[in-house]
């Protein structure tokens, strides 16, 4: 099955025949967005348009609305009938389909004490459309190596220029062994967005000897492969919380090689948070990998510990 027909599929009857108008657009689809009582609307090359009835591009007063009916369709295809057999993600806000796709939610939120209980009814989805750029790392991976041994490595980048992406990728690279010996890889996919995981299989390549814990908090997953997988890398997407980082100190005390992202615009910004600015004083990671915006493109820089730029070089957007 195409993607396109895996989004298709997963919509209102009524609102299949105008995505599948957007065809010629496609292969720069990044997001459908459903909002009750509100204009259709996608997101393209990192920018947000308003659909018509005919499946075009167009203005907010010429946009398709959608209904609460639609909508609560559109719900019943992604959760497969079963909200109930869903209930946790749906506490967490989000549902993985076939194919990868990650479908956000939000609309009226239940509570149970102190916790979320439920989102229902929920009024507004967010399809975020699921794609592998197969060799996008490959020409930073080489300078992720010192004297033949992997290093720490951090993958720095505002959000929106792909650094799950890179990092899915990277991944894949180092499990294969395109860039050196192949490397046994654990990973803790907390949000199910880099393996994709669909009732426990992975949707994208993430290598042959790669294990992934799904839906496990990343803290608690780290410690777990090291206990019981002894993962020669282990990788985690969007480090910053305080468990997440004593786990990090924790698994490089083990021997693990890390392959980590967090979000920051720049160096200047991420030596500033607090522990950041200690581990770069600590020389704990001996790479990192910034992405940074250079008008349409990205850049991506590899620097050392230090911080003196390794490698530069310059490429499309790989936020998809």
């Given at each position: 099955?195409?993607?396109?027909?895996?989004?298709?599929?997963?919509?209102?009857?009524?609102?299949?025949?105008?995505?599948?108008?957007?065809?010629?657009?496609?292969?720069?689809?990044?997001?459908?967005?459903?909002?009750v009582n509100a204009p259709l609307c996608v997101v393209s090359e990192g920018s947000s348009f308003f659909v018509?009835?005919?499946?075009?591009?167009?203005?907010?007063?010429?946009?398709?609305?959608?209904?609460?009916?639609?909508?609560?369709?559109?719900?019943?295809?992604?959760?497969?009938?079963?909200?109930?057999?869903?209930?946790?993600?749906?506490?967490q806000g989000f549902l993985t389909v076939p194919g990868g796709h990650r479908v956000g939610l939000a609309g009226r939120v239940v509570m149970e004490g102190k916790s979320v209980k439920t989102i229902a009814p929920v009024t507004f989805l967010s399809i975020r459309i699921a794609r592998e750029v197969r060799g996008c790392a490959g020409k930073t991976v080489p300078w992720l190596w010192e004297n033949g041994n992997l290093q720490d490595t951090l993958v720095i980048s505002p959000p929106g220029l792909g650094k799950t992406t890179l990092l899915r990728d990277l991944i894949r690279l180092l499990s294969d062994g395109e860039c050196g010996p192949a490397c046994t890889v654990g990973v803790v996919d907390e949000r199910s967005e880099?393996?994709?995981?669909?009732?426990?299989?992975?949707?994208?390549?993430?290598?042959?000897?790669?294990?992934?814990?799904?839906?496990?908090?990343?803290?608690?997953?780290?410690?777990?492969?090291?206990?019981?997988?002894?993962?020669?890398?282990?990788?985690v997407d969007e480090v910053g919380g305080e468990d997440d980082c004593r786990a990090i100190e924790y698994v490089m005390n083990c021997g693990c090689r890390l392959l980590a992202t967090a979000h920051a615009m720049n160096w200047e910004e991420l030596r500033r948070r607090p522990i950041f600015g200690r581990w770069i004083d600590e020389k704990r990671f001996g790479r990192y990998l910034l992405l940074e915006r250079a008008g349409g493109q990205v850049r991506y820089r590899v620097c050392s510990a230090l911080g003196r730029t390794l490698w530069q070089g310059e490429g499309r957007r790989l936020a998809v």
């Amino acid at each position: 099955m195409g993607r396109e027909e895996e989004i298709i599929r997963i919509l209102a009857v009524s609102l299949r025949r105008i995505v599948k108008e957007l065809s010629s657009n496609w292969d720069r689809l990044e997001e459908i967005r459903l909002r009750v009582n509100a204009p259709l609307c996608v997101v393209s090359e990192g920018s947000s348009f308003f659909v018509s009835e005919q499946g075009r591009f167009c203005s907010r007063e010429q946009a398709r609305i959608v209904g609460l009916a639609e909508l609560r369709e559109t719900m019943e295809y992604v959760s497969s009938y079963s909200r109930y057999a869903f209930e946790e993600k749906i506490r967490q806000g989000f549902l993985t389909v076939p194919g990868g796709h990650r479908v956000g939610l939000a609309g009226r939120v239940v509570m149970e004490g102190k916790s979320v209980k439920t989102i229902a009814p929920v009024t507004f989805l967010s399809i975020r459309i699921a794609r592998e750029v197969r060799g996008c790392a490959g020409k930073t991976v080489p300078w992720l190596w010192e004297n033949g041994n992997l290093q720490d490595t951090l993958v720095i980048s505002p959000p929106g220029l792909g650094k799950t992406t890179l990092l899915r990728d990277l991944i894949r690279l180092l499990s294969d062994g395109e860039c050196g010996p192949a490397c046994t890889v654990g990973v803790v996919d907390e949000r199910s967005e880099l393996a994709a995981c669909y009732q426990g299989i992975p949707q994208n390549d993430l290598g042959s000897h790669t294990d992934v814990l799904d839906g496990c908090p990343k803290a608690e997953g780290m410690l777990m492969l090291v206990r019981s997988l002894a993962p020669q890398v282990i990788a985690v997407d969007e480090v910053g919380g305080e468990d997440d980082c004593r786990a990090i100190e924790y698994v490089m005390n083990c021997g693990c090689r890390l392959l980590a992202t967090a979000h920051a615009m720049n160096w200047e910004e991420l030596r500033r948070r607090p522990i950041f600015g200690r581990w770069i004083d600590e020389k704990r990671f001996g790479r990192y990998l910034l992405l940074e915006r250079a008008g349409g493109q990205v850049r991506y820089r590899v620097c050392s510990a230090l911080g003196r730029t390794l490698w530069q070089g310059e490429g499309r957007r790989l936020a998809v």
